[in-house]
């Protein structure tokens, strides 16, 4: 939960509510996203299997290293997403992130972003769309934030259990699987829905 003065915590209702007074929106034309990080590379996860019984399926595991990121938003409401695949996790990224979803906030609407204290969403080099305002989740609380389950999602079903041929085929499987998440907006309602965000 955002926090106040002394590190009191504010309810999310009211401080959305000082961020409509603020952007001149109404509450009702608040957007809640979330957004997050991922790593996907050669040396990829081996994931839970369906198989016949008493058989043991063997599982490809690539001990090479090369890897990319995808940057993925969520506004589960909605169920619509923005995203980007990016060689790093640094400010450049995430200032074209920031862009990408700013993209894809309703007209006249505002988003509300929330997520983690990672130094590249703190710091005061990111240029914030005017449509966009950031809100950092507490520290250490990766429950809190939707897309983490997202990328669980996303691995147990579209990118784990694989060799990736090289580091442009890595791109082609991520874009491939965002796209896929993005045309499944149920999808995203299903595994972003939150009752402490939404639920009010």
């Known amino acids: 939960m955002p926090e106040g ?31 997050d990080e991922a790593r996907i590379g050669q040396k990829n996860k081996i994931t839970r299997r369906w198989a016949k019984k008493g058989t043991r399926p063997s599982a490809p595991h690539d001990q ?27 400010t450049f990224a995430m200032n074209l992130h920031l862009k990408e979803i700013a993209r894809n906030v309703a007209p006249g609407a505002h988003a509300v972003l929330l997520l983690d204290q990672a130094g590249w969403h703190t710091t005061d080099k990111l240029d914030v769309p005017a449509n966009i305002t950031l809100l950092p989740l507490p520290a250490k609380c990766p429950e ?6 997202v990328w669980q999602f996303m691995r147990d079903n579209w990118l784990s259990n694989r060799v990736f041929k090289s580091y442009e085929d890595i791109v082609d499987h991520c874009c491939h699987a965002w796209n ?11 595994i972003g829905l ?7």
């Open 194 to 200: 939150r009752e402490w965000t939404h639920g009010y």
């Open 180 to 190: 896929k998440l993005i045309d499944q907006p149920w999808r995203i309602m299903s």
């Open 64 to 90: 090479r290293t090369a890897s990319t990121y995808i940057f993925g938003a969520i506004c589960p409401k909605e169920g619509k997403g923005a995203g980007l695949i990016m060689p790093k996790c640094n």
């Open 144 to 149: 809190l934030n939707p897309v983490e389950n």
């Open 5 to 35: 003065g002394a590190g009191h915590p504010i309810s999310l209702p009211t401080r959305l509510e000082e961020i409509a007074r603020e952007k001149g929106v109404a509450t009702e034309r608040i957007e809640i996203w979330f957004e």
